[in-house]
């Protein structure tokens, strides 16, 4: 409030300044993020929308950053594929408009992220941590230095035969990519004859794979790990200076047996016992300080079988896909807990009670290009469902695991137990119909 002039036809006033006695202090100007994502990611108009309850000033950092100009924000060109590099136009353009913090959204993200936060000297976890997450050959060595439980692993060398490793492997075992995500490349393989075939098919992935990631030597090596039996689970937290706050504890209640290990239900609160989730929240926090991860979201995979806890891996970013919506019934918005605590804020996190949520990823019956969908009014009038989500348009191809990478799309569901959340999913998703049309493609050597 500044001063006022008042005027008079009998003669000069002094004038009396209106100035307050003790004048409020100017607010602090809004925490200013950059958000981390590939040109494909489903999760940024979720992050935008947090940003604006927070308060938060968002700039986004993309390979692609044409389309995303829709959204009215600042924008920085981002190469995910040489991490050195993307953290380098990071660091530029923040000498002109300063960060509070770096939200990586997927893997590759994560490495660029925590470069850059080194030389912008924000808040995260190590680059090394954040690749040694990418990387589950790294990952895998310091998992067994450290003695935090996880499958044996053996590399295999793109040039490797893995005939000379027989002698070595223990049946069932899976074959899988050292940097891929979401189960791609992952299989099960019961035989010698069965290692083979698997290691062909995996290697024709990565030949025609356009990963972020395939400029990294390690992106051709394989691991040959030991099949670990037993129910699988995730674990998604965040981490402030080495300790975790785990936010939710999903069960992943299909068996995920092979020979390919697509993810489809995740509810939540976990029926485990008490004490298995005790001990699996353990072994998540030991996993997440053996690798190094000590600042930022995380989500790590583990597997249960009776009293033995494993971790399949641990990744330096909080949950894949349009997943996090699972969260908003349960933990509140997912987004907001992740952008909040990389600006330093209170993180708006409650602890609901007699609320279960969940969300099926549709798995897709084969290969193909999608013409039809039917049943979605159907399927979204089923009790407890919240939403129904077709993650492809007509014209749209999409490919089954292992060589796949995306999914049809996605439901969600709230309810009073995981038990109903669980058979308003699987009721939802049988009203479905998706009608597609084969690939015509040439398919490699070994399938």
Known sequence: MGFRVVRSTIGPRKLRDRTPMNPSPPEPPPKRLLLLFPAQSYRVEAYVNAARRLGVS?????DLPGPFARYGLPMVSVDFRHPEAGAASIETAAAATPLDGIVPTNESSAVVAALAAERLRLPHAAASAAYAARNKRRMRAIFAEAGVPSPRAIALGPNDDPQDLLRDVVFPCVVKPTMLTGSQGVIRADDPAGLL?????????LARHASDASSDPDFYHLLIEDYLPGREVAVEGTVTRGELRVLALFDKPDDLVGPYFEETLYVTPSRLPAQSQAAVIDVAARAARAVGLSHGPVHAELRVDGPRVAVVEIAARSIGGLCSRAFEQVTGSLEDIVLSHAAGLCAPHREATGVAAGVMMMPIP???????VTGIEAARAVAGIEEVTVAIAPGDSIRALPEGSSYLGFIFARGTSPAEVERSLRASFAELTFELSPLLELLPEGI
């Open 366 to 372: 084969r290969s193909g290009v999608l013409r039809k």
């Open 197 to 205: 075939a698997a290691v062909r098919r995996v290697r024709g992935i």
């Open 58 to 62: 968002l700039v986004l950092g993309t």
